[in-house]
């Protein structure tokens, strides 16, 4: 297929036949959606059969997000066929035809929604061209519905499967060029639809990595240095290998794949420890519990939570060591402010715990591999195990399988694929890797914790006329480790105060950190919108009316500054026209200022801009023996101007909220001598059921291109619950979790 900016938008459509009289569609267009482009390809593919029945596949891995549903309906809106008749199918990997098929910081549905559109558009175009030479008669008179080609003066129609032969026969349209269907007419986009998978999952298929299983397959299990760096002195090899169903047990030296320590560094590297393999995973593991390890811990044997709260509170006492951002005269401001508010915030080390394990099947054979893999990046998975088996990635296929247990940023490096790898070449068979509970929490690239001391300046009026932040985060050589332990210079509300400060020091960190949902604005969301609800009651005005009033101080057109979750394009900058109308919508949902609240009960508010979407949010929290109740929660989003499925966007927004809370009620990461302390749900508790409040959702529908909800409804939730604990209490919570404030219970 010709590539390159000269190639003719006619190369990037294929049309064939299938067999039974069918048609195929290969649709492949510029990566990103950008037609002058043509130097990566994006594929989709539709196939109708001769019964009208159309299989769409889907390219990108479905996470628990629905982008397995959300892409493909996307695709026969445009191609104008009923739901009802469509089929989806799992793509293989294959960068040729698709170019991106990861998924991750909510830039699916942004990157995508042109793109899509235009694949079925291309398709529909095809059938109206065949029909028209059929019925002798002008395409602009052939009309299309429900997967019907129509001629309504001589009332003549034809299905999608009769016409499908005689459309693969027609020149494909410029893809650039098709006609793209009045959203006033979509019958599918905007309509509660189901997860093409539902039925699967609820009666239990095998759909998710944990399920694969292949002829001859062995299990392993793996035990890694509890410190990440460490290496094995010795081990009761012997023991283990005598017991029942074990083939091989073995020491890994480790090894490094990508960077040597920071971002997904754990995700990059086969850790050192000890690999069994056995005929059952309860063999494996039965056998790992036999093992006795002798550790040496290296460098990061010292590293320790408290270690690191202690080295950044000193480190808030002096100046920042690098600055982030300066606008105006901050001190000039503060020493000519009628009032000053100052407060330290602190957030915590956190795992992902995903419900479905991490896991892995590779058979190595014959200088080839072939991995089946959970992910968020199938052709990350496939690039390290290449490189940590020395092979042409020519030589690895990697399929992505129908489902993964969820992925909040832990699927998308390739580590317990290239373990896994490892082990099935040292054992000559295929082997499934599963990871116990205790490895996925112990074992993690973690959300980095961070440390924030701010301070506000009033003037005599209450107006918000000066703030400054210093963060202590984790880097070196005036460098952040990672971009989830970065802030960058348009973190809100940067452009809305007239002398601002930012700045940062930096700590030293050997444990890996990577992101997770909605990282950096995570964490920074508690942190400035905590904050300046505590600037709103030092002004003595309503949070509400602070707020509007802020939002209405924007001092420049566009932000500067990166925001989260970047995708083909740049996002777009931060709007707060758009902000103050959620703020608003939300507060009248949520009857702000206008209802009696029960006694130790309060409403509390936060909105954040992040991964390109908008979100706001209030929370009522009762707070009674000091145990901390959540009563319900009200969001409004603006995500751009269709939801593609409103089903799959509302149950976005309640797992965010849910997950969010669940964060903030008591979930954290402690390290001790460079070893996590947390291991299951016990210790690293999700929300339980009777903690679980109603979420209610109400979407604005503006006129901007679709962006992404897997990730921006989460960071409103902590700073949300913070203000309204403090509304019902009068205690101010300025660390997560909220179980570690104040002696609150939850």
Known sequence: MPTGKNASRRCFLKASAIAGGGLMLNFSMPHGGNAADATAELSAFIKIAPDGIVTIQAKCPDIGQGIKTTLPMIIAEELD????????????????????????????????????????????????????????????????????????????????????????????????SVTLKDPKTFSIVGKPTRDVEGPNIVTGKPLYGIDVMLPGMLHAVFERAPVFGGKVVEANLDDVR?????????????????????????????????????????????????????????????????????????????????????DGDVDAAF???????????????????????????????????????????????????????GLDEANVVAHMTQRAGGGFGRRGGPDPAIEAAWISREVGAPVKLTWSREDDIRHDTYRPAGYHRLKAGLDAQGKLIALSDHFVSFGA???????????????????????????????PLGTPIGPLRAPGSNALAFVFQSFLDEVAQASGRDPLAFHLDLLSERRAQVLSGPVAGGGPTPPPAFDPVRMRALVELVAEKSGWGKRAMPKNTALGMAYYFSHSSYMAHVVEAQVQAGEIKVNKVWVAGDVGSHIVNPLAAENQVQGSVLDGLAQALGQEIVLERGRVQQGNFDDFPLLRMHQAPPVDVHFVLSGNPPTGLGEPALPPVHPALANAVFAASGKRIRMMPFNRASGFAV
Not at 335 to 351: G, H, Q, R, S
């Open 477 to 507: 050589d005036g460098k952040f480790t990672s971009f989830p332990a970065a802030m960058g210079t348009g973190i809100y509300p940067a452009e809305f105060v007239p002398n601002l400060y930012y700045g940062a020091s930096l700590l």
């Open 81 to 176: 066929v009923a739901w009802a008749d469509v089929r989806v199918e799992t793509a293989a990997i294959d960068a040729a035809k698709f170019a991106e098929q990861s998924v991750g910081g909510s830039t699916t549905v942004r990157r995508s929604w042109d793109n899509m559109r235009r694949v079925g558009a291309a398709g529909r175009q095809m059938i109206v061209a065949a029909a028209a030479k059929m019925w002798k008669v002008p395409e602009s008179e052939v009309t299309t519905e429900a997967g019907f080609a129509m001629h309504a003066a001589s009332k003549r129609k034809a299905t999608y499967g009769e016409m499908a032969a005689k459309a693969a026969l027609v020149s494909p349209p410029d893809i650039k």
């Open 242 to 326: 005598a017991m029942p169903g074990v083939r091989k047990a073995f020491i890994v030296e480790g090894l490094s794949v990508g960077k040597p320590s920071g971002e997904a560094a754990r995700g990059n590297a086969i850790s050192a420890g000890v690999a069994i393999a056995a005929d059952s995973w309860w063999q494996a593991q039965t056998a790992r519990r036999r093992l006795r390890v002798k550790w040496n811990d290296g460098p990061n044997g010292g590293e320790s939570s408290r270690g690191f709260e202690a080295k950044a509170l000193e480190l808030l006492k002096q100046k920042p060591t690098m600055d982030i951002r300066k």
């Open 335 to 389: 020493k000519n402010a009628a009032k000053v508010i100052e407060a330290t915030y602190t957030y915590p080390f956190l795992a992902h715990a995903t419900m479905e394990p991490m896991n892995a099947t590779v058979h190595v054979q014959g200088g080839k591999a072939e991995v089946w893999v959970p992910t968020q990046s199938a052709a990350s998975a496939r690039a390290g195990v290449a490189k940590v088996l």
